[in-house]
């Protein structure tokens, strides 16, 4: 397959645990992008690399979360401390960026339900 | 400052009959815009893109959309709505101009309803 992969798929967690999800994005990919689902509502943007340059993070993203991409190909987003309020989809796209093209392909998520 | 408003949070439509979903954007340069639709426990599925060709776009599936300036508004249509239509839409809008790149701006999505 490839597309962007995302593991786990599913991952239930204890609150004040930490948890770490995993993105293969698109292998000639050079942005990858994180985002935040919550029911009934819209992707919410985190963060995103280009190449393994962390370029730009939205005011969502507090300092019990942190990304990387070390060698600009996957990445992986880590929640420390887990509230319930971490509840949510977290989804990881791709895209190879070009001027005035930006066309990014998106992964399936992955459900994180904090208890 | 980039964003995106959906104008309904929910349409119902009857099978064969048009379907128009509604998205409205605020972009300080030159938009890329985008239409994403996602189906139950699936993944987001690009369904067209304007980047500063043709003001009408046409996608997958049968859609299309026209990009309106003077309107800042980019709506997506479909002359007959199918059964397999129903999911939840996404406009979305993307700063084209800035080279050093800013994210894609989600709206908070239209669920389309297909009746029989």
């Known amino acids: 397959d490839t597309g962007v992969s995302q593991n786990p798929r599913h991952k239930i967690t204890k609150r004040g645990q930490n948890v770490t999800f995993r993105c293969d994005p698109i292998s000639e990919h050079n942005r990858l992008y994180w985002y935040r689902q919550t029911l009934g509502q819209g992707p919410e943007f985190l963060t995103y690399?280009?190449?393994?340059?962390?370029?730009?993070k939205s005011r969502l993203l507090s300092d019990r979360f942190s990304a990387e991409r070390p060698k600009g190909s996957f990445s992986t987003l880590e929640i420390q401390r887990t509230e319930q309020g971490d509840s949510a989809m977290y989804l990881c796209?791709?895209?190879?960026?070009?001027?005035?093209?930006?066309?990014?392909?998106f992964g399936q998520g992955t459900r994180l339900t904090v208890v | 400052a980039q964003s995106v408003t959906q104008l309904d949070s929910h349409v119902s439509v009857s099978e064969g009959t048009p379907v128009l979903l509604r998205c409205n954007y605020s972009?300080?340069?030159?938009?890329?815009l985008f239409w994403y639709v996602q189906h139950p426990n699936k993944g987001l599925q690009l369904l067209l893109k304007y980047t500063s060709a043709a003001t009408l776009v046409k996608g997958i599936n049968g859609f299309e959309a026209e990009f309106k300036k003077s309107e800042t508004s980019f709506h997506l249509t479909k002359p007959s709505a199918h059964m397999s239509d129903a999911a939840e839409y996404f406009c979305v809008v993307s700063d084209r101009e800035d080279q050093a790149g800013t994210a894609l701006i989600f709206g908070k999505g239209t669920t389309l309803s297909v009746s029989s």
């Open positions: 690399f280009q190449n393994e340059a962390q370029l730009e």
């Open positions: 796209a791709s895209s190879l960026f070009r001027s005035r093209e930006n066309e990014a392909f």
């Open positions: 972009s300080s340069y030159s938009p890329s």
